[in-house]
């Protein structure tokens, strides 16, 4: 039963649908197993065993057999059960996941393939790798392609391919879509989930299509578009994408990279040529002011580092897109640039991309709003009597929505100084501990020092690393579903 009713009055006593949250979980699995077919396949090509995906695979298929089996019944299902769904789901299937990295030897230590795991599928970029070339071919398309899968989210895909009451597919897109608030590009939300994923798909083979342009082997070409498109990091390469050392690469790389920074929603918009709509949306012109402020200035001081304007806009160019958009790709050790360019890029790992992107972090919008706010404050200060309004988009920012972002911001510096405390337990100095973190809250990857583009998170103690695996699932995740999971109240009826 759903739903009881209190013997002391008539309030109705809603109880949690654990009938829905396993069925959808076993979609989940069944969906994360079909999957894992596509390394399978390239092991066969490639000449490798495909026995380590094909046992993982089994026992993933079986489990999410069994539970989708479950009955869903007619109870209630509200916004607390799309939050535990999404929760499970990310868990369970990132636990699965790390399986074949073990078997084939890639990642013997599990601990070690859960934090790789976790890195792909919530697009941090993260490596606990020291060597990511003597990975077997399976493993490496298994891990970059990680990155696509978690971009636009397994939720987010299972809406677009099976069917779901219209409630439950918007819970589940509130939970696991990024941003402040989420909006459908046609009225229903399982639509919605297919025009965005089909935008996916199409900008990511033309990203192929461009890097085969330029030279980049096939192989190479796919799987970092992969990584492009869900904003993740993770390379073929270890000296990520400046191992091509191409202008044409490192630029078409780089835009892309801020193509799936933008809301998707925005190209819905211009394909049914809604153009001048798409030109007027205030958080794209945040997004694209902030990057061509952080290139512009960066570009004049690494002019002395590399000696002419044009090189210092190159790597320029490219590591601004990389941190604002949380990719996390490299062609440059950042780590040693001049203090002004690393304090830039740090800044631009709060900020992070458009809601509804793929990337990672605060969002443009919630940092427009926040400043507007602030704004707004010194204004009454001023005139205490006046009624000043917070507008963004053309529009006044609700109190519920403004509660929303500003309550998101607190929890978020708070889980990161508490994450920076965690990870600073291991004798690390403040900013490798605090980058460390901040990388993995934000979903950036790299931080700085040992950290930093050139180096890696091998070197933490386990506990450490588990508390770097859950600050990469409440960034992806946008904290509440995994937070959630620990409230008591979740699981109490309400």
């Not at 795991?117 to 490496?140: F, H, P, Y």
């Not at 590009?185 to 639509?191: D, I, T």
């Not at 993770?234 to 835009?255: C, P, Q, R, W």
Request: net charge positive; charged share 15%; aromatic share 12%.
């Amino acid at each position: 039963m759903a739903y009881d009713r209190c013997i002391f009055c008539s309030e109705v006593i809603y109880l949690m649908n654990f009938r829905i949250v396993w069925r959808t979980v076993g979609n989940v699995l069944l969906i994360e197993a079909g999957l894992m077919l596509l390394p399978v396949l390239t092991a066969l090509i490639c000449h490798e065993s495909p026995v380590p995906f094909l046992i993982p695979l089994a026992v993933t298929a079986l489990i999410g057999f069994l539970l989708g089996r479950v009955k869903a019944g007619r109870g209630v299902f509200t916004a607390r059960e799309g939050f535990v769904i999404v929760g499970l789901s990310w868990i369970l299937m990132s636990l699965s996941a790390a399986v074949p990295f073990v078997l084939a030897g890639d990642i013997p230590n599990y601990l070690d393939a859960v934090f790789e795991t976790v890195s792909g599928l919530t697009t941090t970029g993260a490596t606990i790798l020291s060597d990511v070339e003597a990975l077997s071919r399976a493993g490496q398309f298994w891990r970059l392609f990680s990155h696509w899968i978690g971009g636009m989210g397994i939720l987010v895909f299972i809406m677009a391919v099976l069917p779901l009451a219209g409630d439950r597919s918007m819970h589940i897109m509130r939970a696991e879509v990024p941003g402040p608030v989420v909006g459908k590009v046609v009225p229903k939300a399982r639509q919605t989930a297919r025009i965005l994923y089909i935008i996916y798909f199409v900008l990511t083979v033309i990203e192929t299509i461009m890097l085969l342009c330029g030279g980049m082997p096939f192989f190479d070409a796919l799987l970092h578009s992969f990584a492009t498109a869900g904003t993740g990091g993770f390379s073929t390469k270890a000296l990520s994408i400046g191992a091509y050392d191409s202008v044409y690469i490192e630029m078409v790389t780089g835009t892309f990279m801020l193509l799936f920074g933008v809301n998707l929603s925005l190209y819905f918009l211009i394909l049914v040529g809604s153009w001048r709509e798409a030109a007027k949306n205030e958080e794209l012109r945040w997004y694209l002011g902030i990057v061509a402020f952080a290139v512009v200035t960066i570009a004049l001081n690494l002019t002395r580092v590399y000696g002419s304007l044009g090189e210092a806009l190159r790597y320029s160019y490219f590591q601004v897109a990389s941190i604002i958009t949380t990719t996390g790709f490299s062609t440059a050790d950042f780590a040693q640039w001049p203090s002004y360019s690393q304090a830039m890029l740090v800044l631009l790992m709060f900020v992070g991309g458009c809601a509804g992107s793929t990337a990672g972090a605060l969002k443009v919008s919630r940092v427009g709003i926040l400043c507007k706010d602030a704004l707004t404050e010194l204004r009454r200060m001023l005139r205490p009597r006046s009624v000043v309004q917070v507008r963004f988009e053309g529009k006044t920012v609700q109190p519920g929505t403004l509660r929303a972002v500003q309550g998101f911001f607190f929890l978020y510096m708070l889980l990161l100084l508490a994450g920076t405390l965690i990870v600073s337990l291991d004798g690390a100095d403040f900013t490798t501990s605090f980058t460390a973190t901040l990388a993995c809250l934000s979903n950036v990857g790299p931080g700085l020092g040992p950290v930093g583009p050139m180096g890696g998170f091998g070197f933490f103690s386990p506990g450490v690393k588990v508390a770097l695996i859950f600050e990469m699932l409440l960034g992806r995740l946008e904290l509440y579903p995994i937070l959630l999971l620990f409230f008591p109240a979740t699981w109490r009826a309400k």
